[in-house]
């Protein structure tokens, strides 16, 4: 690959590879975002932005990991979108897309490709360095790029996140969605003593972390050098927080201040 794209990517993303578009085009998820999909991708260039602040960071939290950072989906575009520029200066006649979060790519599968990581038997992608406290973002490119070739095996399958989850979304099979704590914490329907229960055992009032928490291969796992994530971490939310740039921010009020209550005595 040419040095000065080596050189942009590497400015953009701590880690980076790179997968044929042809790979991934039979999975790609329907949402909004997929009309921004050049029509004749070829390469995708997928990005992970590790957000680990460090065990001393997370005393006394009540929210999720990726929510105490702020939010990655803005983070990220940001970090991407400044590479995507430089690129296009570049090679004009060529497309350049920057997706991350609500992307229509299956992000883990699309990293794991690009020789980032493996998905773990959690569904989230294990990565070397950082564990799975990585986000994912990516540039889809009608410019094609030789793609990675290295592929990582992390995770040990040694099940400990299947027998943490307390509510059997994770099995060696797969994974149930709407059993996911995580879901359940984001869900806007009210919830059932049962779900009551779980949320304040987790002690999470956003996203869920168990899976992750007793994951091996994140203990030491090495912490973020991303200034953004470091200079703007919150690790509480209450009911006067502001949900700007958070990323429990799209789901407005509501949600949060029903879970919050959920710990008053
Ligand atoms: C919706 C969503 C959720 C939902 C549902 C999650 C789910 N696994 O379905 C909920 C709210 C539960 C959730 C929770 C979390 N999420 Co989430 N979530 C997403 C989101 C936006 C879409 C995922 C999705 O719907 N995938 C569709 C399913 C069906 O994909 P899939 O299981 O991989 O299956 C596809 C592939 O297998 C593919 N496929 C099948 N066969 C083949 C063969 C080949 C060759 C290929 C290439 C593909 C392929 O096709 C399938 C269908 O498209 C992604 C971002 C994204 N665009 O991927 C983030 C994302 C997965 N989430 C993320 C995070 C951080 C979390 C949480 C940790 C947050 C938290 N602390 O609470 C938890 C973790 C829960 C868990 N253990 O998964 C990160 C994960 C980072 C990582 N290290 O892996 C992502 C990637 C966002 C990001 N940009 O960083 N999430």
């Known amino acids: 690959m040419d040095a000065e794209i080596r050189e942009i990517l590497n400015e953009a993303a701590p880690l980076w590879g790179v997968c044929g578009f042809s790979e991934i085009s039979e999975h790609i998820l329907s949402c909004r975002a ?12 997928c990005g992970i932005f590790p957000y680990n602040l460090g065990e001393e960071s997370y005393g006394g939290s009540n929210i999720s990991r990726y929510a105490v950072v702020p939010d990655y989906n803005n983070t990220i575009r940001d970090m991407l979108e400044k ?17 991350c979060g609500n992307s229509p790519l299956p992000e883990v599968s699309t ?15 294990l990565t070397e360095s950082y ?37 059997g979304a994770l099995t060696f099979d797969g994974f149930d969605r709407e059993k996911c704590l995580s879901y359940i914490s984001q869900q806007k329907e009210p919830l059932t003593p049962e779900q009551e229960a779980l949320i304040k055992s987790s002690g999470s009032v956003w ?10 291969k994140n203990i030491g796992a090495q912490v973020t050098a991303i200034d953004e994530f470091v200079k703007g971490a919150v ?29 008053k005595e």
């Open 131 to 167: 564990g799975s406290w990585v986000f994912i973002g990516e540039i889809v490119t009608t410019l094609h790029l030789e793609p990675s070739q290295n592929r990582a095996s992390v995770c040990g399958r040694c099940g400990k996140c299947v027998d943490a989850c307390p509510t």
């Open 34 to 45: 997929a009309s921004r999909l050049p029509k004749e991708s070829k390469s995708i260039i």
């Open 235 to 263: 690790s509480r939310a209450e009911h006067d927080t502001s949900l700007d740039n958070r990323a429990f921010g799209w789901r407005g009020k509501k949600v949060l201040e029903r879970n919050l209550n959920l710990f």
């Open 207 to 216: 996203g869920c972390d168990i899976c992750q928490n007793v994951c091996p």
């Open 83 to 99: 590479a995507a520029q430089k690129l296009r200066a570049l090679y004009p006649d060529e497309q350049f897309e920057v997706f």
């Open 111 to 125: 990293a794991q490709l690009a020789g980032l990581g493996e998905k773990g038997v959690n569904g989230l992608l």
